[in-house]
């Protein structure tokens, strides 16, 4: 089975920057692309960013092209999301998932979902 936890979310200004990371378990990591999608309230969750399993390819959202950056550590089985330059509108759940492709994960999301990790971005 798998487990997915993130961390890393808080409260930040405008401007600021955080790292969310997702610490995957339960399958062997290299296979599979990971995700992170985030939902504010009211709203439907959304795609963020998305990373194959050999990290070569990578998806982002337009909306967070060129402030946030999604990698990979195979050796400790966690995915990041470093978040730049951070704007009132990203404040959101954050949260994780697996599957298949980076492509699939950027349409649909994955089977497998962290617990979420908050972010809060004031201004």
């Known amino acids: 089975q798998v487990q997915l936890v993130e961390s890393g979310g808080g409260l930040v200004q405008a401007g600021g920057s955080l790292r969310l990371s997702c610490a995957a378990s339960?399958?062997?990591?290299?296979?599979?692309?990971m995700g992170w999608y985030r939902q504010s309230p009211g709203k439907e969750r959304e795609f963020v960013a998305a990373?194959?399993?050999?990290?070569?390819?990578?998806y982002y959202a337009d909306s967070v092209k060129g402030r946030f950056t999604i990698s990979r550590d195979t050796a400790k089985n966690t995915v990041y999301l470093r978040m730049n330059n951070l704007k009132p509108e990203d404040t959101a759940a954050y949260y994780c998932?697996?599957?298949?492709?980076?492509?699939?994960?950027?349409?649909?999301?994955?089977?497998?979902w962290g617990q979420g990790t908050q972010v809060a971005v004031s201004s």
């Open positions: 339960g399958r062997t990591f290299s296979r599979y692309a």
């Open positions: 998932t697996t599957g298949t492709t980076a492509q699939a994960l950027s349409l649909n999301g994955g089977d497998d």
């Open positions: 990373i194959s399993g050999n990290g070569g390819i990578t």
